[in-house]
């Protein structure tokens, strides 16, 4: 394999020639994991206890907490956890996440599914960390040393003999891991503002669309209507799957939710059949397992039978439509395979605006608000793409940092 100028080949790929490629049990001191039996010991309070799903993407997440009280001697003392650990899972769905210990906990102890590296050089923890963790280059080796295996799982000797490619002075490892970790706070902040904005859309939803709060200027009435009263309802019908196609003939084909992409309809499957036709324009929702859930459509479709169209003249009902999902679960029926019927469908009561111009500002409201969640969602994929991009120059050291 050729190998560009001032690098060289080693076990974990190229890398610069003054880097060097060293086992993890080179660089720690202490290497253990969890044992079984600590169900014996959990508690409502006491010591933090660590176990796989704790360990998240180079990090520790707390979302879902489980206390012990510890046992006293040589287990609890190999197993309790210190600042600047190493935590790998092992076992499980999740083998290969990575999170180094930042937190000084006053006392936390690991399951049987983690294992813990004590590294000799503490200050090396975070380079270390985010070279094996997930799509980095080091965590290759992990998927490695689990091929041939009818469970997952890695064990302390997998653990010990992970490459490290190392650049030479702990000042650039910690500039590598500092520049990544800055990517990670501004994901991270993306994410929380996500969260923010989806919990606020919520809110109003809850207050503009039972009429609990009203948009200045409007004051008129609001009536409960049934679905097939204000709107045009199409209930789909599958054509023949010989007449289906990938090349492009026909209408696309919309029979269920394989074909809706973050609430829109997407181009996967034709059809030169028509059967029932849904309009560029027109809410989309499904009315097979599961029912209810709302898209709409750009183009011109063909409605299977696992979908129906409906037809309102501005995006009022839409958005009352996604607010009234989770309310679908009283209407469908079926004890192995729910749907809904066209009388169902017809039979919805909605809370509607008798002014137009009312719902037409109160979706207003929702669009914008819609928009802006989709380009924060589009800036935090880029973010995620530029932090893989990042990774795999920096911890190679195609990108040397000055």
Request: aromatic share 8%.
């Amino acid at each position: 394999m050729e190998v560009m100028e001032g690098y060289k080949q080693t076990e974990v790929g190229g890398i610069p020639k003054d880097w060097d490629v060293v086992p993890l049990d080179g660089l720690s001191d202490f290497v253990t994991s969890g044992s079984r039996g600590w169900a014996q010991f959990y508690s409502k309070r006491g010591a933090l206890f660590i176990r796989s799903q704790n360990v998240r993407d180079g990090r520790l997440s707390f979302e879902d907490l489980q206390y012990v009280s510890p046992p006293s001697g040589a287990e609890g003392n190999r197993t309790k956890v210190r600042p600047n650990d190493l935590l790998i899972t092992i076992t499980g769905n999740s083998v290969g996440n990575v999170a180094l210990v930042e937190e000084a906990f006053e006392e936390a102890y690991i399951s049987q599914h983690v294992g813990l590296v004590r590294l000799k050089e503490p200050a090396r923890g975070s380079y270390i960390c985010r070279f094996l963790s997930p799509n980095s280059p080091g965590n290759q080796q992990i998927a490695g040393s689990q091929s041939g295996q009818s469970k997952p799982g890695l064990n302390l000797r997998n653990l010990k003999d992970f490459l490290i490619a190392l650049p030479p002075s702990l000042h650039e490892q910690r500039a590598i891991a500092t520049a990544l970790s800055d990517v990670d706070a501004l994901i991270d902040g993306l994410t929380r503002l996500i969260a923010k904005k989806r919990d606020l859309k919520q809110a109003s939803m809850q207050q503009l669309l039972t009429g609990q709060t009203r948009l200045p200027g409007f004051s008129g009435a609001w009536e409960t209507k049934r679905l097939g009263d204000v709107a045009e309802i199409v209930m789909g019908q599958s054509p023949s799957s010989s007449n289906y196609n990938s090349i492009g003939k026909g209408l696309p084909l919309i029979q269920g939710n394989a074909d809706i992409l973050n609430r829109w309809a997407i181009k996967r499957t034709y059809t030169t059949q028509s059967t029932k036709r849904g309009k560029a324009g027109d809410i989309l929702m499904s009315v097979r397992a599961p029912v209810g859930e709302i898209s709409r459509t750009t183009f011109d479709v063909c409605l299977g039978r696992g979908v129906c169209a409906i037809r309102f003249p501005n995006a009022f009902l839409y958005h009352s439509l996604v607010f009234f999902e989770p309310n679908w679960t009283k209407h469908s029926k079926g004890s192995t395979f729910d749907s809904v019927n066209s009388p169902d469908v017809n039979a919805v009561e909605i809370y509607i605006p008798v002014e137009e111009a009312e719902q037409v500002a109160i979706a207003t409201i929702f669009s914008d608000m819609d928009a802006e969640l989709a380009a924060l969602d589009a800036r935090l994929t880029k973010t995620r793409a530029l932090k893989q991009a990042m990774m795999q120059e920096l911890l190679t050291g195609k990108t040397r940092l000055v």
